[in-house]
Nanobody
């Protein structure tokens, strides 16, 4: 069973930046596509960004395209989410997730996730 531990969340003003990190346990990290999900208060969890096993292909929720960048370092078993130009509507708990299907485009593609890290963007 994989263990995913997120870090890097916090409180930031609108227009600011944060970088989330996710450390994964196990020796098969680079066999899996990874992603970031988020859940805002009172809302369903949603897909934010995904990345294939090598890091060469990425996908994003339309509302974060051009502002967020997902990347990974397979040597460190770590996936990142760089978030720029943050908006109050980005406020949510952000979860690192591992693909269960090999795909990384939708919420249903992910079967394991961490405890989450809170991101709060003030206006």
């Amino acid at each position: 069973q994989v263990q995913l531990v997120e870090s890097g969340g916090g409180l930031v003003q609108a227009g600011g930046s944060l970088r989330l990190s996710c450390a994964a346990s196990g020796r098969t990290f680079n066999n899996y596509a990874m992603g970031w999900l988020r859940q805002a208060p009172g809302k369903e969890r949603e897909f934010v960004a995904g990345i294939n096993w090598s890091g060469g292909i990425t996908s994003y929720l339309d509302s974060v395209k051009g502002r967020f960048t997902i990347s990974r370092d397979n040597a460190k078993n770590t996936v990142y989410l760089q978030m720029n130009s943050l908006k109050p509507e980005d406020t949510a708990v952000y979860y690192c997730a591992r693909s269960q299907s090999g795909r990384y485009l939708h919420l249903a593609d992910f079967g394991s996730w961490g405890q989450g890290t809170q991101v709060t963007v003030s206006s």
